[in-house]
């Protein structure tokens, strides 16, 4: 089950690498992006039921450090949409 979480993982990763590159390239707005990554994650995991919101965001999360995100960005945008720090 592990590897296969990875794998899902590493191909969401790669699906949101050119994304992840869009918004590391630019200015920054908002300190580390973390205003670009939470309109990202948002888009992201917005079809996902309330009670697998926070699953989502975290796998989200992970999957846009795994793809090259300012982790510090991720994480703040991440505390920011669940009330908590899931990373």
């Known amino acids: 089950m ?3 979480a990875k794998q899902l993982l590493t191909k969401y990763a790669g699906i949101l690498k050119p ?3 869009a ?4 200015p920054e707005t908002t300190r580390n992006h973390y205003g670009d990554y939470m309109a990202l ?3 992201c995991t917005k ?3 309330i009670e697998q919101k926070a699953k989502r965001t975290q796998f989200t999360a992970l999957a846009l450090i795994l ?3 300012n982790t510090q960005g991720v ?3 991440t505390q920011l949409l669940t009330g908590g720090n899931y990373l």
Request: proline residues 5%; negative net charge; without cysteine.
């Open 41 to 43: 994650i948002g888009r």
């Open 47 to 49: 079809e996902a039921p």
């Open 2 to 4: 592990e590897h296969i």
């Open 23 to 26: 918004i590391e390239t630019k």
């Open 75 to 77: 994480q703040d945008a």
């Open 67 to 69: 793809a090259g995100a």
């Open 19 to 21: 994304m992840v590159e």
